[in-house]
């Protein structure tokens, strides 16, 4: 008997040891792909019985709290499974390229922003969106924000993805102590008031081919195009940005830059310390800024949409990108149909209110949207009102950025307005070369 208990204490050992170490491997272990994450960590369901469905999630490190109690509740709301989720920490800007390291074992979930859509299907990383969930997506999302998760081809509009927010965008925030709101409508007239005052007006137009493109979107008819092939590889890439319009343009920006008032070779860090400072009296920048942006002006701190600027000799409308945060399901998953599912929770209408009201962040449900409080919110409001007249960021050239933030750097080496117009259209002919395929 002592030798039979001792033979079953070893074996209760092993198995303590074995499946202590699957516990644990299970808990913890990250993929390739989510190794490219900060931190990878765990939570279990304890509500739920039957069938156990583990699935890992990605998103932001802002955002681990919030994804944590949104899957907590679809636990709860679902009690015939038990769910296990592992949390992975991954920017939205990046997260393709940490997801394509290694999509076979990436995460079964995670959040992008939408100008990375196109390399994310050519890699079979997202499942596409069907059915009824399709259904509902595309009734509740504003249109912009399905049209940001939809992807042609073969001539067949095909939906990717979830839209998550719609705020990924600049605008104007200025000190209302020193600018009024007529004031803000023109660029040249705060840069006016600006100089008056020995301040200036922060626009990052130097090394920047998002913020820059905001002048030559001012005219509708400035414009790339690009072609996809079935693959959705780049088979054409158009662009008229070397035309007079776009002379025009260049002009413009060359008189802009010769202003001492305008602060133009200026990161988010440098205009936060305008700001503190009290050098920096209006910065065109993002929702991301806000917090620190209203620490130093409090009420001070008004929203506009961003002004307009004077073009060929009028005065026109500047218009920017206007991107989205979606939510995507791997199309490497295990677990497609789960994934599916959380997708769906993580950005239905009580989700992205609650993103809302504890991160500020846009909305894309039209019902939240259209609400009191969205609509009363002084940045997101704003942000809204963007939305209508700027231009998604999607189907943006890959060859278009590097070119685009090299445009202006000629001026930052000489007195601007020594550049001559030969010297401007050089630039556009370079630039347009070079995005051309």
Known sequence: MKKLALVLALLAL??????????????????????????????????????????????????????KTMCNAYAAAHPEKTYKFL??????????????????????????????????????????????????????????????????????????????????????Y??????????VKSLDRM?????????????????????????????????????????????????????????????????????????ANVDDSKILAGIQSGT???????????????DVWGDKMAVAVLPTATIGGKQIQLNGFFGYKLIGVNGYSQNKSEAHKLAQWLTNEENQKLRFQERGLGPTNKAVVSSAEVQKDAVISVVLKQAEYFRTQKGVPGSYWTPMASLTKQFADVDPMTVTDADLQALLDSLCAQVRR
């Open 87 to 172: 949390y992975g920490v991954q920017s939205e800007s990046d997260a393709a390229d940490k997801v394509l390291n290694d999509p076979e074992s990436g995460p079964d979930v995670f959040a992008f922003a939408s100008d990375q859509i196109n390399k994310l299907i050519q890699a079979g990383a997202l499942a596409r969106v069907g059915g009824t969930i399709l259904d509902d997506i595309r009734n509740v999302n504003t249109v912009g924000s399905i049209d940001a998760a939809t992807v042609t081809i073969g001539g067949e509009d095909r939906v990717y993805a979830y839209p998550m927010t719609g705020d990924n965008t600049f605008f104007l």
């Open 191 to 263: 840069l006016e008031v600006a100089a008056g005052l020995g301040k200036q007006v922060a626009f990052k137009l130097y090394d920047d081919g998002w913020y820059l493109s905001s002048f030559f979107f001012a005219d509708p008819n400035l414009a790339y195009k690009v072609t996809y092939s079935d693959d959705l590889t780049e088979s054409k890439v158009e662009i008229n940005y070397d035309s007079a319009a776009g002379l025009d343009v260049m002009k413009a920006l060359r008189t802009y830059f010769a202003n001492g008032a305008l602060s």
């Open 174 to 183: 200025y000190d209302s102590s020193k600018l009024s709101a007529e004031d």
């Open 14 to 67: 092993v198995c303590l040891v074995s499946c202590g170490g699957k516990k644990d491997s299970a808990s913890t272990t990250t993929t390739a792909a989510a190794q490219a994450s900060t931190t990878t960590t765990a939570t279990t369901s304890t509500t739920g019985t039957g069938e156990k469905i583990t699935l890992t999630v990605w998103g932001s490190q802002e955002d681990q709290a919030l994804l």
């Open 280 to 294: 920096i009296i209006a910065a065109v920048t993002g929702t991301w800024n806000r917090n620190q942006i209203k």
